[in-house]
Every structure is written in structure tokens, then in C-alpha cells.
């Protein structure tokens, strides 16, 4: 499998979603925003799988991290809402996008989209999915990428978490 991480660290703008619920997008408090950031990245990935964020830390985290390590530990999160997903979902990195494509709870459009993913990463981790129908396996199963086509043959994988105490539950 070819899985490439990337890095964090440049000045990038709040990656917004197209299809992104409204409550999204809301003008979020900058003081907040600001204090975020100051943080060091030991606090941000603590924050990240705490048990229990408010939905201002989760918009922020969500809209506003830029380090890696700390939006992969978000995306893995299984208390993540139907909306979150959908948000991850629109990430211009794969990393993100395969995390979301672990999921047991998506939804037929978001199995779908990692169905049709540009990234053999994503579709490699959805064709274990077992919310898969007929044809979207078989789609897989003719894909031009030989280790999705072996994922497939593989067959579905219940999906794993793990939590620590003290901290979110996360798909593995």
C-alpha cells in the first residue's frame, strides 16, 4: 500500500468543506482561535482525544489544525457526527480520508464518495468496509489498483477501536 503522511507546520487557510453544514461555518470566536494555536502540539493532540471536547473545540479543531498528527487523531474519533464525517470527507489529504473510510456508521452517500475516491489509499480501506453493497464491491473488485482489488477479495473487516483511559474512543 502506498500511504504517504504529510506534514503540518506552513500557513494554510481553514480548509472548508463545499457541502459543509452552515453551523460550519459560523464566525468562530478568534480569541479562542488564537489561544488554540498558541498551544504546543503535546496539548493539541491531548485535546484532540479527550474524551469530551464542547462543539466550539471540535469546530476548531476540525476548521482550524493544521498539524497532522492531531487532525488524524480527530478523524479517528468514534463520537464524530454525521456532519463532521461529511466535513473530513472534503480534506484535501488522503490520510484523513482513509481514516473516515474505517468507519461503520457512514452513510450510503459517504461510503459512496470513498467508494469513488481519487486515492487507491481510500478506496483500499472502504473495499474492507462490510457496509459495501454488491456493486460497489464489484466495483472495487475490477478497480486499477491491485491492492484494492486484493482488499476486496480479502472480504469485509468489522470495524476495531481502542480507548485508552480517559480518552476518546478511536477506530483503529
Not at 487532525?71 to 463532521?84: G, H, K, M
Request: charged content about 35%.
Amino acid at each position: 500500500m502506498r500511504l504517504i503522511c504529510s506534514g503540518a507546520g506552513g500557513k494554510l487557510p481553514p480548509r472548508r468543506a463545499p457541502g459543509a453544514p452552515q453551523h460550519f461555518d459560523r464566525d468562530m470566536n478568534q480569541e479562542s482561535v488564537a489561544r488554540y494555536k498558541a498551544r504546543p502540539l503535546d496539548e493539541r493532540m491531548a485535546l484532540a482525544l479527550r474524551e469530551t471536547l464542547s462543539a466550539e473545540e471540535r469546530r476548531i479543531i476540525l476548521r482550524e489544525e493544521q498539524w497532522m498528527q492531531v487532525r488524524v487523531y480527530f478523524a479517528r474519533r468514534a463520537d464524530l457526527s454525521v456532519d463532521e464525517v461529511e466535513y473530513l470527507l472534503d480534506d484535501q489529504d488522503h490520510v484523513i480520508r482513509l481514516c473516515v473510510a474505517k468507519r461503520d456508521d457512514l452513510t450510503p452517500v459517504q461510503v459512496e464518495r470513498c467508494v469513488g475516491d481519487r486515492d487507491p489509499n481510500v478506496r483500499y480501506f472502504i473495499a474492507r468496509n462490510p457496509l459495501l453493497d454488491e456493486a460497489q464491491r464489484g466495483r472495487l473488485a475490477a478497480d486499477e489498483d491491485p491492492l484494492v482489488r486484493r482488499a476486496v477479495r480479502k472480504g469485509p473487516r468489522p470495524v476495531q477501536f481502542r480507548q485508552r483511559e480517559g480518552q476518546a474512543r478511536l477506530i483503529r
